[in-house]
């Protein structure tokens, strides 16, 4: 019986955002995580030798129990059951192998064992599941293209393949039957392995050449290459090069060197140059950083704006979309950032000057880093800690100088910004009347309130401002289980609810009548 799955939620349960298991031969660490909740729900696996042979150590919410059981064994279970029964859209799924391992026969008999129990559990639902991001470590490619072929094509955006061991290659001919069955969109592919070589980069070629229309571009990352690969790669023709970090190399795939060609003649004939005197830096041509930027997230968005001025220039002209899933302020004696996007792991930025100088560079950043999202965020969260509140209490002027400038940069948008889940970990309403107003109404679906943490005494909240709000009205999830509500039930608008858990300090009986007839409350004193 799987454990993880039958000790989550109703809700983590059927409609989990996203799923990672990361597995080496000895352990597993599993996580689901919801774009409802700014926390995840994690467990881990240990492998332990137990009275009647192999044992597995499971741990979550902080809690040790022993199952009579080989440690993957339990995991495959959890997967097939997160999988099988999921019901709405997923943004990933991730099975990945951890580094270090023991001993590699053992992995690969678990990563056979993964990629089996993954196929059987999309094989056995009754519709295709929609994941945008699917990650899985694989012996062969065609295990991996047995369960992409599984799932529905039209809603798959990026599959990665990690490749764990050194000894593991692929070729052209391999990946060609991932793109196949690729309908209308075009798929992004993430390949994962231990060295980059000039042979790795001919079956790149290969496999560009031959899949250029379904595929949109092609990542390698590796932990070492040959020095000769750099040049190979500046001199190559079949694609263009979106970007070079250490130890990943992005091949953009779109159709775009005939376009670059007419742009150049164009500006040739204008500037009356020669072929041989004109230079021209691609990255400064709005036609060619726009598809460029179509790919990037908002760090590399920000590192290309930092090459030269020119450049920033053509960042800032063709406004490309950051792709940002979560946005995360923290308010405490140091102020911290983090940022999620859907194409890199989590920014962190840490403040640490004056508050009035952290005040001002966290607004400057946030309105440089959102300025030109145009997806719809999962969440903006934003908390305050006790040891600033106490300073914030006593100074109003401290208070605005914060929230006010966040403010302003959701008022100088050209649109409102768009965010599924709103969460402030505050009991003012003043600060929630600086932030709420100015999101898009039409998309904000979850509203969550919360006390700030660390402080003994009740705490209680006004809403007669923020119930006046559209984005209020327009809701559908409303969470304030740790403030006692002021505002008469009656008088909080709140039928337009579907799932409600908040505190209140008074229910009279007409309060009472009126959940009743309210279809969203399951209410208990």
Same mark, same amino acid.
């Given at each position: ?274 072929? !041989? ?58 102020? %911290? ?7 890199? %792991? ?22 440089? !880093? ?156």
């Amino acid at each position: 019986m799987p454990f993880f799955y039958d000790h989550v939620n109703t809700l983590e349960k059927h409609h989990p955002s996203g799923i990672v298991f990361s597995f080496n031969d000895e352990e597993t660490d599993g996580e689901t995580w919801h774009w409802h909740y700014g926390d995840s729900t994690e467990y881990r696996c240990k492998y332990v030798e137990g009275s009647a042979g192999a044992s597995t150590v499971v741990t979550l919410h902080g809690r040790e129990c022993l199952v009579e059981d080989y440690f993957i064994s339990v995991v495959c279970e959890d997967v097939e059951a997160f999988v099988r029964n999921q019901k709405k859209e997923m943004y990933y799924i991730k099975l990945e192998a951890w580094k270090p391992y023991r001993d590699q026969k053992v992995l690969e008999t678990i990563i056979n064992r993964m990629c089996r129990c993954l196929e059987n559990s999309l094989q056995s639902r009754t519709e295709k599941l929609k994941v945008q991001n699917l990650s899985l470590p694989v012996l062969k490619i065609s295990q991996a293209i047995s369960a992409v072929n599984l799932l529905d094509r039209d809603f798959l955006s990026m599959v990665t393949v990690d490749l764990p061991f050194e000894d593991q290659v692929f070729t052209a001919e391999d990946l060609i039957p991932l793109m196949e069955r690729q309908g209308w969109r075009r798929l992004g592919l993430t390949i994962q392995l231990h060295k980059f070589s000039p042979q790795v980069l001919e079956e790149v070629r290969k496999f560009i050449n031959c899949t250029s229309k379904q595929l949109n571009l092609i990542i390698i990352k590796y932990q070492y290459i040959d020095e000769e690969c750099y040049k190979l790669i500046e001199e190559a023709t079949f694609c263009k090069v979106d970007l070079i970090l250490t130890g990943e190399i992005v091949f953009g795939v779109n159709d775009f060197r005939d376009q670059l060609q007419e742009i150049t003649m164009r500006k040739r004939l204008k500037l009356k140059l020669s072929d !041989n005197t004109i230079s021209i830096n691609i990255f400064e041509v709005p036609l060619i950083m726009r598809s460029i930027a179509s790919h990037l997230g908002c760090p590399q968005i920000q590192s290309l704006r930092k090459v030269s001025r020119g450049i920033r220039q053509c960042v800032d002209y063709v406004e490309p979309d950051p792709h940002i899933l979560s946005y995360y302020i923290w308010l405490g004696n140091s102020l %911290r950032v983090r940022i999620d996007s859907m194409m890199n %792991r989590p920014i962190w930025a840490h403040y640490k000057g004056s508050l009035e100088q952290d005040a001002v560079q966290i607004e400057k950043d946030f309105d440089l !880093n959102t300025r030109h999202q145009k997806s719809c965020m999962d969440e903006l969260y934003i908390e305050m800690f006790k040891g600033i509140w106490k300073l914030l209490e006593e100074d109003h002027w401290v208070r605005s100088m914060i929230f006010i400038r966040l403010k302003h940069a959701l008022m100088s948008r050209t649109s409102p910004l768009k965010v599924r889940k709103l969460t402030l970990i505050t009991h003012w309403q003043c600060l929630l009347m600086e932030i709420l107003p100015y999101l898009d109404a039409e998309y904000l679906e979850s509203i969550s309130i919360q006390r700030i943490r660390g402080i003994d005494e009740e705490c209680t909240i006004d809403l007669d401002e923020i119930i006046k709000t559209e984005q209020w009205v327009k809701a559908k999830e409303l969470c304030m289980k740790t403030l006692t509500a002021r505002t008469s039930i009656q008088d909080m608008n709140i039928l337009n609810f579907e799932t409600i858990d908040i505190s209140m300090e008074t229910m009279s009986p007409g309060d009472i009548t009126y959940c009743r007839k309210a279809s969203c409350f399951e209410w208990e004193f």
